[in-house]
């Protein structure tokens, strides 16, 4: 397929800092903008969906950071996003598909604290949400087809510690170890598969998948630094 794509980003950030005697902070601010264009070239040739996908979002963090020991991280950012079908698609090729209108609210806090300059503990929980795309939410292979899809939502929770070493073998090095466990939880999982297309070669209309899922493990990182080598295992 033939496509045209325009595209457009604008991103302002901002951070301010305050200290006191014993303590910092960095609030960063921002806003950010994207703009999606795609337009399909030769119309008989209808492969992708089309369309306008635009998202605006502004977002805040702020980095509290109490006698070198405690770093609280809060955040949050809030994202909306408007998608339409080409104009060309809705009066024609798909007659029926229309634009949609999403929020999206995404929080999120972290936290190190140090018991000693050898070891730390930390923690965070972070709370997503991600917009259905062009593919997924309008698909004009089989003429008026549109999901009216959810944005995805995702829960993340983390806990670990690290270990640091300094002067180990020689004078000049250290030795760092970090563990960490996570727990993903997955609300209205897209999952976009192709299928086999009746009318020819190639691939034929996409079926959408919806379904809550749970992913947790483990991870484990070591690394080693000195003056002349080092190295990285995790």
């Keep these: 397929a033939d496509f045209r794509f325009e595209t457009f ?45 635009q998202k605006l979002g502004i977002y805040l963090q702020n980095e509290f950071i109490w006698d070198e020991k405690l770093t609280l991280i809060p955040g949050v950012r809030i994202d909306w996003r408007k998608m339409n079908p080409a104009d ?75 270990v640091s070493q300094n002067d180990i073998f020689r004078s000049d090095d250290s030795l760092q170890l970090k563990a960490t466990a996570f727990y993903n939880s997955i609300d209205g999982y897209i999952s976009r598969s192709l299928v086999a297309s009746s009318r020819g070669p190639g691939p034929g209309p996409a079926l959408l998948f919806f379904g809550d899922f749970s992913l947790y493990g483990g991870e484990l990182e070591v690394a080693y630094d000195s003056e002349t080598w080092f190295a990285n295992l995790g």
């Design 9 to 53: 980003q604008a991103k302002i950030e901002n951070t301010m800092e305050y200290s006191g005697e014993n303590w910092e902070n960095y609030l960063t601010t921002g806003l950010q903008y994207t703009h999606l264009d795609r337009q399909l070239a030769l119309r008989s040739t209808g492969a992708q969906a089309e369309g306008v996908d």
């Design 88 to 162: 060309d698609v809705v009066t024609g090729f798909a007659t029926g598909a229309v634009s949609v209108d999403d929020v999206a609210i995404s929080p999120k806090i972290a936290a190190l604290y140090k018991l000693n300059d050898n070891f730390s503990v930390f923690g965070s929980y972070a709370h997503t949400e991600r917009f259905a795309t062009l593919d997924e939410e309008f698909d004009y292979r089989t003429g008026a087809t549109q999901g009216f899809i959810d944005p995805e939502k995702s829960d993340n929770f983390e806990i670990g510690f690290a």
